[in-house]
Each structure stands twice: as structure tokens, then as C-alpha cells.
């Protein structure tokens, strides 16, 4: 945790810029098992690294997934799941994978559009909940910036719950980002990278930095 803030870094790919990442003082560690995302891993290659890794919450970032995938991702020494799904996956889905993780090991993404908001049934059914830019032909990992004050809008609704601040953020607005959206939990990707998958070690450490000093 940063100055009150907890830090998750995504689209790891490599030991080295997961222990980069975790020196800096991040909280999680995102791994993307989606296939058709740049900084895609397999759970082979993950398993390779998981005993080196350092001791950080290890994610893994997946979209709609099968009980029997989401079954063998749990069994990879993940901490967490994080599911993408469209919007019109819920409710049944959405119970399934909770009902197969536990709701406490399980953070929920669904895809909405900017008109609308997270459906109520879909809380109900979780604790966590990771908030992203919208995009038509992605499940996230855009680099495009989430809606900040709709952001602040569904926490202060549902304020029991974890929230999850993604899309977009970088050192450069990092602090803009949480005065605008009330964000407590980020979650930062292409924003630290110098490439899809490989992290920047500058960024990173700016990336902490405004985040050790930012006043709200």
C-alpha cells in the first residue's frame, strides 16, 4: 500500500519486471491469461515462475471463462481471479464463477457501456469489482481512460465494497485520477510500459512516487 492506496501492476509477463514491480511496493501482481491480449501468458509459463515470484497477491487476469479453465487457473497458485465478461454474461455466469471461487477470491469486470452502470444483481454477487474503459473490441488493456466520475458514482453507492479503478492511468494523471474518482485500489498496465508486456522501471518508480505524494 502507497500512501493509503493499494497498487496492483498488470500485464506482468516476465521474473524480472515482477520483482521490478514489487521493489517499487505494489500490492498485486496481474498476469493476463487472456490469448488474444499482447501481454498474454500461458499458465505453463506462469507455473515456471510462480515459486520465484516474489511476495506479492499473484492475478490472473481472465476473460469469460469455462468452470473447468477458472478451475485449473485456481489450482496455479493464483491469490485472485479477475474475470471480464460482457454485459450480457450475467446473472447466470456471474453466479457460476462466484459460486466455483468463492466471492472472495474472485474480482469481477464486467464490460459495460457508458451509459450504463453495474447492474445491481452483479454486486450482490461479489465483493470486488474492477472498473475500466470502455471498449467495443476489448475486454480492457486499452490505454484508454475510464470515466472517473462514474467511477466515484458506483462507490459511493455500494460503499462496502472493494472498487477497482483501471483504464488509462499513468504518472502523469495518476493523481487527477484519484481526486476526480475517490479511488482507494488502481490498477495500472500500458501506462507503465515501454511496450506491450514489458515494463518501464522509470514509470514504475514516477508511477509510486505521485502516488507517495499526492494530497487529496
Known amino acids: 500500500m502507497i500512501n493509503g492506496i493499494r497498487v496492483k501492476v498488470c500485464g506482468l509477463t516476465s521474473l524480472a519486471d515482477a520483482e521490478m514491480a514489487a521493489r517499487a511496493g505494489v500490492d498485486f501482481l496481474g498476469f493476463n491469461l487472456y490469448t488474444k491480449s499482447p501481454r498474454y501468458v500461458t499458465l505453463q509459463q ?21 468452470l473447468t479453465e477458472l478451475r485449473e487457473i485456481a489450482a496455479s497458485g493464483f491469490d485472485i481471479v479477475q474475470v471480464h465478461f460482457d454485459a450480457g454474461a450475467f446473472p447466470a455466469d456471474t453466479a457460476a464463477w462466484v459460486a466455483e471461487a468463492g466471492a472472495h477470491r474472485l474480482w469481477l469486470a464486467p464490460r459495460l457501456p457508458p451509459a450504463s452502470d453495474m447492474p445491481a444483481e452483479v454486486i450482490s454477487m461479489g465483493d470486488t469489482f474492477l472498473f475500466d474503459a470502455f471498449a467495443r473490441d476489448k475486454f480492457g488493456g486499452s490505454g484508454k481512460t475510464a470515466d472517473w466520475a462514474k467511477f466515484r458514482r458506483q462507490r459511493d453507492v455500494e460503499p462496502g465494497k472493494t472498487w477497482i479503478l483501471a483504464g488509462g492511468l499513468n504518472p ?26 514489458i515494463k518501464d522501471q522509470a514509470k514504475i518508480a514516477a508511477f509510486v512516487a505521485r502516488l507517495a505524494q499526492h494530497r487529496g
Open 46 to 66: 506462469f507455473r515456471a515462475m510462480a515459486g520465484r515470484l516474489p511476495d506479492r497477491k499473484k492475478v490472473a487476469v481472465t476473460v469469460e471463462p469455462t
Open 172 to 197: 502523469d494523471n495518476i493523481s487527477d485520477a484519484i481526486n476526480a474518482s475517490g479511488a482507494d485500489f488502481v490498477d495500472v498496465n500500458s501506462g507503465v510500459e515501454t511496450a506491450p508486456g
